[in-house]
C-alpha cells in the first residue's frame, strides 16, 4: 500500500450508491455539497464548532467539516434530504415545523441530523438529555427552546 | 476550507501504518481527526501524508483485565469510552469523557489523539497522568513502555515521537479519582482543570492548562490547607488570555484542585 493524493471512493447517501474519485484533502462535506449536489447540509463555521454540517456515518453523528470524504469510503451516509420520504416531512421535520423550530434556518438541517441520532438511542429523551444531545450544534438566532421543544414533541 | 494537497494511506495493520510514518518525513497518523483536520485547515499543521489508523482492529478497544488494569487502544473514541462496561472499572475515565465537546467530537474523537496532540487544555493529560496510567508506543526500533507523567513533554510534543505510534494506555486498577474543571460554556475547552487519584495513599494531583504540560503535585495528605499551600508552592505561571487572567487561572487552579480531591475523598 502506498499513500496517494486522490482515491475512487464508494459511499451510499440515503440509499443511493456513488462512487467518485475525491482528492484526498477534499472535506466530506465538500463532496457531499458540491460532488453530489446534495446541498441541504451547511457549511456553518468550518472549524468544528457549530454542527450545521452533521450528519451520520454508518449510523453515528459527526461533523463532516471534520473528515476527509476518503475517510468515509464504504460508509452509509445519511443526510437531512433523506429524512422526508415521498415529499412527506418526516415525523421530527413536521415537529420543527409545528413548533416553529428554525428561525433563520441555517442550523436546522443539522439540528435535524443530531436529534435523529438522539431519538434512535434514546426514544423519550429528558429535556436535558435533549440539550446534551444538541450541544454541538449551535443556533445562532438562540431559539433553542422551540428546537428543544420540537425534539420532545417528536419523542412522543 | 480547501486543505493544501495531501497524500493519504489507510493501512490495516500497525507494522504497515509504520512502515508508511517511516517512509515520509511528512507523514502523520490520522485518528479521528477532530483536533488535526482543523489544524490543517489553518495550515497550522500541514503533513504531507496522512496514515489514516482506522482500518487497524488492534488500535480499538477496551480490555479489562483480571486485576482490574484497563487497556484502552488508541483509536478507541470517547463514546466508546462512555459506553464501556470495562472501563467503568475505573469510573473517572468516563465521566471525564462524557465531559469532552459534544456528541459529534465524542464519536470521532480518540483518546490516542486527543494525549498525542497534547494541547495543554485537553482533558486527557492531566487525568492520565493523576491515575497513573502507562503508555505503550511502538516504533520501527519495537515497544516501550512509558509512565504518563513522563509522556508528554510540551506544548503538542509527547514521547511518541516520528515514525512512533502510541498504540494503547494501560489504567490501574483504582476508584479514588476526581475531576474539577471551569470550561468555556458547559463541556467547552477548559480554562482550567485538575484532575486527583488518591488511589496510591498520598493523593497525586495533575493540574492542566497552567503549564505546557499537566503539573504534578503531591501533598502530603488531602487535608485542605495541605493542598492549598501545594498549590501555592508549585508557583504556577499560566497565561493570560481573553477568557482568564494569569491570577485567575491561579486562583482556579487552588479552587479545583480542592473539588478535584474533595471528589476523590468521597470515593475512596
Redesign the interface.
Known amino acids: 500500500?502506498?499513500?496517494?493524493?486522490s482515491?475512487t471512493i464508494t459511499v451510499e447517501v440515503n440509499g443511493v450508491q456513488y462512487e467518485r474519485e475525491v482528492?484526498?484533502?477534499?472535506?466530506l462535506i465538500?463532496f457531499i455539497r458540491d460532488d453530489l449536489n446534495l446541498t441541504g447540509s451547511h457549511i456553518g463555521c468550518?472549524?468544528?464548532n457549530c454542527?450545521a454540517c452533521?450528519v451520520l456515518i454508518d449510523g453515528?453523528?459527526?461533523?463532516s467539516?471534520?473528515?476527509?470524504a476518503?475517510?468515509a469510503?464504504g460508509a452509509k451516509i445519511e443526510t437531512v434530504e433523506g429524512l422526508a420520504s415521498d415529499g412527506e416531512l418526516n415525523g421530527l421535520q413536521q415537529a420543527f415545523s409545528d413548533h416553529h423550530a428554525l428561525q433563520c434556518g441555517y442550523c436546522t438541517p443539522g439540528m435535524l441530523m443530531?436529534a435523529t441520532?438522539?431519538l434512535r438511542e434514546n426514544a423519550s429523551p429528558s429535556e436535558e438529555e435533549i440539550r446534551?444531545?444538541i450541544?454541538?450544534?449551535i443556533c445562532r438566532c438562540t431559539g433553542y427552546v422551540n428546537i428543544v421543544e420540537a425534539i420532545k414533541a417528536a419523542a412522543q | 476550507?480547501?486543505?493544501?494537497?495531501?497524500?493519504?494511506?489507510?493501512?490495516?495493520s500497525v507494522q504497515?501504518a509504520l512502515r508508511?510514518l517511516g517512509s515520509?518525513e511528512g507523514?502523520r497518523a490520522?485518528a479521528g481527526?477532530?483536533t488535526l483536520?482543523?489544524v490543517m485547515?489553518a495550515r497550522a499543521a500541514s503533513p504531507d501524508?496522512?496514515?489514516?489508523l482506522?482500518d487497524i482492529g488492534e488500535l480499538r478497544g477496551i480490555e479489562l483485565a483480571s486485576d482490574g488494569t484497563v487497556t484502552i487502544g488508541a483509536m478507541t473514541t470517547y463514546t466508546d469510552i462512555v459506553d464501556s462496561a470495562e472501563a467503568r472499572a475505573r469510573p473517572i475515565l468516563g465521566e471525564v469523557c462524557k465531559q469532552i465537546?459534544?456528541?459529534?467530537?465524542r464519536?470521532?474523537g480518540t483518546v490516542g489523539g486527543n494525549v498525542c496532540s497534547n494541547d495543554p487544555t485537553n482533558h486527557l493529560p492531566p487525568l492520565l497522568v493523576a491515575v497513573g496510567a502507562t503508555m505503550t508506543i511502538l516504533g520501527q526500533g519495537g515497544e516501550r513502555s512509558v509512565p504518563a507523567r513522563e509522556f508528554f513533554l510540551g506544548v503538542y510534543m509527547t514521547a511518541a515521537g516520528p515514525g512512533e505510534l502510541l498504540t494503547k494506555i494501560s489504567v490501574p486498577p483504582g476508584k479514588g479519582d476526581g475531576f474539577a474543571s471551569v470550561p468555556i460554556g458547559?463541556?467547552g475547552t477548559c480554562i482550567v482543570n485538575v484532575a486527583a487519584s488518591l488511589d496510591s495513599g498520598a493523593p497525586t494531583l495533575a493540574i492542566g492548562c497552567v503549564d505546557a504540560v499537566p503539573v504534578v503535585l503531591t501533598p502530603d495528605s488531602a487535608a485542605e490547607e495541605t493542598v492549598r499551600v501545594a498549590v501555592r508552592g508549585a508557583n504556577l505561571d499560566p497565561p493570560s488570555d481573553v477568557h482568564a487572567s494569569a491570577d485567575y487561572r491561579r486562583h482556579l487552579a487552588e479552587v479545583l484542585a480542592l473539588r478535584a480531591v474533595a471528589q476523590a475523598a468521597g470515593r475512596t
Open positions: 500500500m502506498e499513500a496517494v493524493s482515491r482528492e484526498a484533502r477534499r472535506l465538500h468550518d472549524t468544528g454542527g452533521s453515528v453523528l459527526v461533523k467539516c471534520m473528515m476527509l476518503v475517510q469510503d443530531s441520532a438522539l446534551k444531545g450541544q454541538g450544534n | 476550507m480547501l486543505l493544501r494537497e495531501v497524500e493519504y494511506a489507510r493501512p490495516a504497515e508508511l515520509h507523514a490520522l481527526g477532530q483536520i482543523n485547515k501524508v496522512l496514515v489514516d482506522a465537546a459534544d456528541v459529534q467530537v464519536n470521532r458547559r463541556d
